[in-house]
């Protein structure tokens, strides 16, 4: 079996504190500040320098957004970081899984691309947060379409995310999101059928009145 490789660290904080991609909120910078900036710092020391610098060159064109744990409401201004695209109509459109929609073809209006990270993060395994900062700098990497058009557009633009994890030296992050991903998934469906027999029982099918 192949063992998989763990990144090794290539930045120091200050370069990391001085470049474009740390997520600067007022003057003092903490690499500590929460379990997503330790993931967030955790990744960004590893990253290859081709894509850091790939990375580093997109700053502009995007925002991180991490709000704090206890923050439950605010008003929050984002820059506009993408402006509108022509999107031509999409030639097929495949089956949808609830979780992607396809954009009609036209103008899309400006955007904030926006890397949000929930308070949720502070709550998961280390190799969880790991993974999903990832992910989701992989996704700023390859450049990918903020609204791919239908799920295998969708999934297409999730295997090359997480083959770009495993090439930075998280594979073994992207193994245990995977595996948690897949025990959510089926406790989720234990829970359905549960639900459903019991609903069966409670309510059995109406007599013939
Ligand atoms: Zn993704």
Known sequence: MK????????????TIYE???????GLCADPEESRRHMAIYHVLQRIPPKDYKTLADSADRWEWYIPHWEALAMVYPFPVTAQGELRPAE??????????HVPRA?????????????????????????????????HLCL????????????????????ALVAKWGFGKEAAMHAARAKQIDTARKVFARRLHEKLATANPPAGDD
């Open 3 to 14: 063992t998989l490789q763990a990144a090794k660290i290539r930045r120091s904080w200050n």
């Open 19 to 25: 470049g474009p991609l740390w997520p600067s909120q």
């Open 91 to 100: 030639p097929s459109v495949p089956a949808q899984d609830g979780r992607i």
């Open 106 to 138: 036209g103008f899309t209006r400006p955007s904030a691309v926006i890397l949000y990270l929930s308070p949720r993060l502070e709550l998961v395994g280390w190799n969880i947060i790991v993974a999903c900062v990832a992910h989701e700098l992989a």
């Open 143 to 162: 450049k990918h379409r903020l609204i791919p058009g239908g799920k295998t557009a969708y999934d297409a633009q999730e295997a090359e995310a997480w």
